[in-house]
């Protein structure tokens, strides 16, 4: 790693997270939540506590103004395992140029941490399939996804024509010894708009080839999903699929009337989604890789210090759930 030039210093870092790495009173917040989680999960889960993973989405505020050198080593410490990439990019500033793929692989080696996936614009596959195939391989990461929906057009058959254009994705990604994903958002459960009986979601699945097409599974999303779209149960999809959901988002919510999705998002183990429920409902039939995320602006999250702090605590919380 020391052929990569850091511009921040220990210090440096320290002073622009405003005290992250010291032992945080706010962890209070969770510590009940994470008490009674650890209480009530199964001793056999299938969300290994060895392998949780943070979407650097959740913390992009972090890697732009101090560069993976120095927030990946700090997510090692933090003891997050499993890296989600939301791009391959940081502040030119920090390197006096771009990061290149070999360098981000060397820093991730270099602190015992695995790419696990990455979020990829839906349009990237359609243009340049390969190359963020290439881009999969070189980080050495199982896993490539995107966050968008599978289309924007909410008919059953432009569900199908989209899970055929998944199918022809995912064989390629399966080739190379990869699996392609889909993470959903609320809208996915909503009901086609010719046909009001049929999910959208169900459409996507049934359509796609379970050889080929994974889904990532945000929990979050789902239960808002389920708030908007009434009749099913996320847990069921898992359980009744259960090696099609490789990776799951944990993001916490706070149920919130006032807010259309019926929650609002905060940080693991201080919101009111039923985790304990949820990991003894999904079944222990296959291994799913647990992943915090939190989509709120960084700079709203609690301060000091901002997102790295909601990381840390959201960890501990998360942790102290798969026990």
């Known amino acids: 790693m020391s052929h990569i030039r850091k511009s921040f210093d220990r210090r440096d870092f320290l002073r622009a997270t405003a005290g992250t790495t010291v032992a945080l009173a706010a962890a209070s917040v969770t510590g009940a939540a994470a008490t009674s989680a650890a209480a009530a999960a199964p001793s056999k889960l299938s969300i290994p506590k060895d392998r949780i993973g943070i979407q650097l989405y959740s913390i992009r505020d972090k890697v732009s103004a101090l560069g993976f050198g120095v927030v990946l080593p700090e997510l090692a410490r933090i003891g997050y395992t499993e890296i989600e990439f939301a791009g391959y990019t940081q502040n030119t500033s920090i390197l006096g140029r771009q990061i ?14 695995s790419a696990v996936g990455s979020h990829v614009g839906i349009g990237n596959f359609r243009s ?51 699996k392609l ?31 080929h097409v994974y889904l990532e599974l945000d929990i979050y999303w789902a239960y808002v999903g389920q708030y908007r779209y009434p009749g099913f149960d996320p847990a069921a999809y ?10 799951f988002h944990m993001k916490d919510g706070d149920a919130n009337s006032a807010n259309a999705n019926g929650f609002d998002i905060v940080e693991f183990g201080a919101g009111d989604l039923p985790y304990e429920k949820f990991v003894r409902d999904i079944g222990p039939r296959a291994s799913h890789v647990g992943i915090w995320e939190q989509d709120t602006a960084p700079n709203t999250q609690p301060n000091p210090p901002g997102s790295l702090g909601a990381a840390e605590r959201s960890f501990d919380a998360l942790k102290g759930l798969l026990g």
Do not use: C
Not at 133 to 160: C, F, K, S
Not at 183 to 198: I, K, L, M, R, Y
Not at 238 to 247: D, E, F, G, I
């Open 238 to 247: 898992v359980r009744n699929q259960p090696y099609r959901y490789p990776l």
């Open 100 to 113: 290149t793929l070999p360098e981000i692989r060397t820093l991730l080696d270099d602190n015992g941490l």
């Open 128 to 178: 340049n399939l390969q190359g963020e195939l290439d881009a999969a391989q070189i980080l050495g990461m199982p896993h490539v996804g995107t966050a968008n929906a599978p289309t924007n057009v909410n008919t059953v058959a432009g569900y199908r024509a989209a899970a055929d254009e998944f199918n022809v994705w995912g064989a390629a990604a399966t080739a190379r010894g990869l």
């Open 181 to 211: 994903y889909q993470h959903n958002h609320a809208g996915e459960f909503a009901f086609a708009t010719d046909q009001p009986s049929v999910r959208l979601y169900d459409v996507f699945l049934k359509n796609t080839d379970p050889r």
